[in-house]
């Protein structure tokens, strides 16, 4: 996973294979510290993540409920077919802001 703050945007790349128990900490460690610094605008590209176990699904929930609750907003990019899939079938569609990749999404937030 890696990070970086892009015109006021912070960007979380997610390069493991899994977002779950590993990617986790890392990811919620990045967004404190963004939300600490008055960054709120989010983007979690998922572009090597191919699997989403029951852990990620409630890392991209807590994600998505922090910075909601401090103002902001989180863009999910990327987003393999597994985890589409999975949203469905939780009925979590809706939950998240889907863009179809890194531009996109940043071009959204821009308009935010």
């Given at each position: 996973?890696k990070?970086?703050?892009?015109?006021?945007?912070l960007?979380?790349?997610?390069?493991?294979?899994?977002?779950?128990t590993?990617?986790?900490?890392?990811?919620?460690?990045?967004?404190?510290?963004?939300?600490?610094?008055?960054?709120?605008?989010?983007?979690?590209?998922?572009?090597?993540a191919?699997?989403?176990?029951?852990?990620?699904?409630?890392?991209?929930?807590?994600?998505?409920?922090?910075?909601?609750?401090?103002?902001?907003?989180?863009?999910?990019?990327?987003?393999?077919?597994?985890?589409?899939?999975?949203?469905?079938?939780?009925?979590?569609?809706?939950?998240f802001?889907?863009?179809?990749?890194?531009?996109?999404?940043?071009?959204?937030?821009?308009?935010?």
């Amino acid at each position: 996973m890696k990070s970086e703050i892009k015109d006021g945007v912070l960007i979380i790349t997610v390069e493991e294979n899994m977002i779950g128990t590993i990617t986790g900490t890392p990811i919620m460690n990045a967004i404190n510290s963004a939300l600490e610094s008055g960054t709120k605008k989010v983007v979690i590209s998922l572009i090597g993540a191919t699997i989403t176990d029951s852990t990620g699904l409630g890392i991209l929930l807590s994600s998505t409920s922090k910075i909601a609750n401090a103002g902001g907003e989180l863009v999910l990019c990327h987003v393999p077919e597994q985890t589409k899939k999975l949203f469905i079938m939780t009925k979590l569609g809706n939950t998240f802001h889907q863009q179809t990749d890194l531009n996109a999404a940043l071009i959204y937030l821009a308009a935010k």
